[in-house]
């Protein structure tokens, strides 16, 4: 396992670099840019064929820069010059826990302020620039694929807040025993959860933008499984945990041309820190798990590239609003529901069964995609009679 980029690029090329990104963080990164690239397509093509509307703004050009946008670009600015001045200076430290560094109070002070005051000027004499009198208001045209990054950025922000949330009431004894470390800790996240305050939280910027949900939603789907992929392969590599139960069984013969480590793996060096001292490693990850256990995050990866593939290949042929989001609903249920059945997961009781949070979720997801399926088909042929 590569905790570290760094780790992966070492192993492989022999150097010996250290790089404050975290395997995890890194291909998380790319599961954004790949979801925002297809949603973008998406999103122009929906626009082109009449279904999504450019929206007409208006904007006011030639505005001076007022008090409180120039307080909150120096604020803004300062924290980041604190930040990357001082992990400049401080690099051993903050590339041996960028998170850490992250969330504390270590930083470069004149950093932040030499950063904030070129940034504040420059602000406001570009304003300056380009100020007229009086203001104008002029019409510009958003389109929208323009929504792309606002859209992903929104879905960031309340996704993992969400995440966070149900990852706590799924997890209580741990929430209560450290709040802070809790609320601070950039591990912990429930998928679902995200999922579903994302939903919401992007529902509603897209209304404000004209966008109408179920062409947002269609939009989205394929994004969405595709990120989760990508995602999952950081699980992977990085070692967080997301893997299966022990797994003891023998490869079945019609799998034999599959690597042993896809079928059972022991996760050396997982992030954690999880499982048993490996035999003259020297460093801060140096554990791996007793027994082997299903690699549950590359089946993912499997299972949602295959979805995405499929959703991708059906989207100009379905010409009923909200169907492709349905059917993913139905995949994305179905597909989280059977790899609980190898994975770690809390289990409660749910009126006397066993089951796990993401268990209910993803059949709840799944009774979901298949009842819209049927209710927008039949009002389709209701209004087309």
């Not at 995602?231 to 034999?256: E, F, M, Q, Y």
């Not at 022991?266 to 954690?272: Q, V």
């Not at 798990?289 to 590359?298: D, I, M, N, S």
Request: charged share 15%; hydrophobic share 50%.
């Amino acid at each position: 396992m590569y905790p570290k980029l760094s780790d992966l690029i070492n192993d492989w090329f022999g150097t010996n670099i250290v790089l404050p990104i975290q395997s995890y963080g890194f291909f998380l990164a790319l599961a954004f840019i790949f979801g925002a690239f297809f949603l973008y397509r998406e999103l122009k093509r929906k626009e082109e064929e009449g279904f999504i509307q450019p929206q007409i703004k208006k904007v006011e050009k030639g505005k001076p820069a007022t008090i409180v946008e120039l307080i909150t670009v120096f604020v803004f600015s300062f924290l980041i010059g604190f930040k990357l001045i001082g992990a400049l200076l401080n690099y051993n430290s903050f590339a041996g826990n960028p998170q850490d560094f992250v969330m504390s109070l270590e930083g470069s002070w004149w950093g932040g302020i030499v950063v904030a005051n070129i940034y504040t000027a420059w602000f406001y004499f570009s304003k300056k620039r380009k100020e007229l009198f009086p203001p104008v208001w002029e019409e510009v045209t958003v389109h929208a694929q323009d929504q792309t990054w606002p859209i992903v950025f929104v879905a960031i922000i309340f996704g993992i807040l969400g995440a966070k949330v149900f990852h706590w009431f799924e997890n209580w004894e741990e929430f209560t025993r450290d709040p802070l470390d809790a609320l601070l800790s950039f591990s912990g996240m429930s998928f679902y959860g995200g999922l579903i305050i994302a939903a919401i939280a992007v529902g509603y910027y897209g209304k404000k933008q004209g966008i109408k949900w179920w062409f947002l939603a269609d939009s989205v789907a394929p994004s969405l499984i595709l990120s989760y992929g990508i995602g999952r392969i950081g699980c992977h590599v990085a070692g967080d945990g997301d893997w299966g139960i022990v797994n003891t069984l023998d490869k079945p013969g019609w799998l034999s041309f599959l690597p042993d480590n896809l079928w059972s793996y022991n996760y050396p060096h997982n992030i954690l820190n999880e499982g048993i001292p490996i035999p003259g490693c020297v460093g801060a990850h140096c554990s791996q798990l007793a027994e082997g256990v299903f690699p549950t995050p590359v089946y993912e990866t499997t299972m949602a590239i295959l979805i995405f593939l499929f959703l991708w290949s059906i989207r100009k042929s379905i010409k009923i609003p909200g169907i492709l989001a349905s059917i993913y609903l139905m995949f994305n249920g179905a597909e989280r529901f059977l790899i609980e059945k190898i994975r770690v997961n809390n289990v409660f009781d749910f009126w006397g069964m066993n089951v796990t949070q993401a268990e209910i979720i993803s059949t709840i997801l799944f009774l979901t995609g298949l009842t819209l399926v049927i209710v927008l088909w039949r009002n389709h042929k209701r209004a087309s009679v």
